[in-house]
Structures are given as structure tokens and as C-alpha cells.
């Protein structure tokens, strides 16, 4: 089926420690997203992808770092720049970069930063 | 930057209920679209408007695009225990092709 995998589902990482989290994306969309949400708050852009070998910064890209070397796959890494990374990250994808498209979501990695 | 206020921000119903919740925007939107979140999980799309004055229905759920195009509203009726979760409004503003999102309505349904 296809579809939106992140990996892993909960994720636990000491204080000053990089961590990537995975995106994977079998839809043959161009474009990729990753969101940030914290309680009570609506998703939150972080960066965005509409090509393969380019990506853009969003609202809160500061202490995150992406890359988009295969069309299926936008890893985010959260540094130990991000100031407060524990929240629930969410990948998204749609179909074609250029101009609006639905996006369609993957099922969340939780990252709690100890 | 563009905001979407969603209300309300939270309701408690009884199983069979209707349910309306609305969202408004500071600035003109093209599209609006209406997402629902189970907990823990990713949202999924519910509906997806279009037009300005368009009324789109997805089984129980009921969604319109206001005629200003600065609000929606999303109608479910006879409500289920399922219904829960949290209930996002998004859309691109004008000129753009990114996502803004509302606060979401968190939907307790009590059996």
C-alpha cells in the first residue's frame, strides 16, 4: 500500500544529543514537509522540500537541519541548537511541487528529550 | 504572518448530537481544508474545499467555504464515539503553497 512511514514511533534522546528522525514516502509525491506539535497547538512548518536536492526553511527551522538526496526520503535532524525539541513530529507529503496540493500526513514520531 | 482562529477550542456532546465548529482567517484563503487528529496519530484529511460558497459532504461530516473566504465551518451529525479527536482547519494562503493551521477543536463525544 502506499503510504507515509516515520520511524521510529517513540524516541527518547539525552539532552545535547543530534537525533534524526525518518521519513519515507512511496506516494511519487514531490513534495515534502516536516511539522512540529506541541499540546494545544496547531502544526507548526519546519522545513519543506519541493525537490529533490533543494529545501526551504519554514517558521521554526532554527535547531533543525533536513535533507532530500532520494524523492522518497526527507530525514529532519533536531540539534542540540533546538532549544526545547521535545513535541510530536509529523512528516507530510503532496503530489506536486509548484503550487498548492493536498497534503497528506505520516503517523508522528514522539521525541522526548531527557 | 496569516492566523486562523478555530473555535471552539474544545466541546463535550452526547453520542447522536450534531456538532458545528468554524474557523476564521485574517486573510483571503483559496482553499480550506479539514483535517482530523486521533491521538497519537497523524491527521488525515477529511474534506478539502475549493470554492468560495462550496458545501462538500463526506458521509456524516459537512464542510463549507464561507462566501468571504476568510472562514469555513465543518458540520458532523449524530455523533459516534469514533468522532473523537481533535479537528483541524488549514489552508494556503493566497500566493502560497504552504500550509497555515488553526489551534484545532478537541471533540469529546459521551456515550
Known amino acids: 500500500d502506499g503510504g507515509i512511514t516515520q520511524s521510529p514511533k517513540y524516541l527518547f534522546r539525552k539532552e545535547g544529543q543530534n537525533v534524526t528522525l525518518s521519513c519515507e514516502q512511496n506516494l511519487n509525491h514531490d513534495a515534502m514537509y516536516w511539522y512540529r506539535q506541541d499540546p494545544g497547538q496547531g502544526l507548526r512548518l519546519i522545513y519543506y522540500?519541493?525537490?529533490?536536492?533543494?529545501?526551504q526553511k519554514g517558521d521554526i527551522a532554527e535547531g533543525y537541519s533536513v535533507s532530500r538526496e532520494k524523492k522518497e526520503s526527507f530525514p529532519l535532524t533536531v540539534t542540540s541548537a533546538q532549544k526545547n525539541p521535545t513535541a510530536f513530529y509529523l512528516c507530510a507529503s503532496s503530489i506536486r511541487r509548484g503550487a498548492y496540493n493536498e497534503q497528506f500526513f505520516g503517523p508522528g514520531t514522539r521525541l522526548t528529550v531527557l | 504572518g496569516q492566523q486562523l482562529n478555530q473555535s471552539p477550542q474544545s466541546m463535550f456532546i452526547q453520542e447522536g448530537e450534531d456538532v458545528s465548529m468554524n474557523c476564521t482567517s485574517s486573510s483571503i484563503f483559496n482553499t480550506w481544508l479539514w483535517y482530523k487528529q486521533d491521538p497519537g496519530e497523524g491527521p488525515v484529511l477529511l474534506i478539502a474545499l475549493y470554492k468560495a460558497g462550496e458545501l462538500t459532504s463526506n458521509g456524516r461530516l459537512t464542510a463549507q467555504f464561507g462566501i468571504t473566504r476568510k472562514d469555513s465551518f465543518l458540520n458532523i451529525s449524530a455523533s459516534i464515539p469514533s468522532d473523537v479527536g481533535i479537528y483541524f482547519c488549514?489552508?494556503?494562503?493566497?500566493?502560497?503553497?504552504?500550509?497555515?493551521f488553526g489551534k484545532g477543536t478537541k471533540l469529546s463525544v459521551i456515550p
Open positions: 522540500s519541493q525537490i529533490v536536492n533543494d529545501f
Open positions: 488549514a489552508g494556503p494562503g493566497a500566493g502560497s503553497y504552504q500550509l497555515t
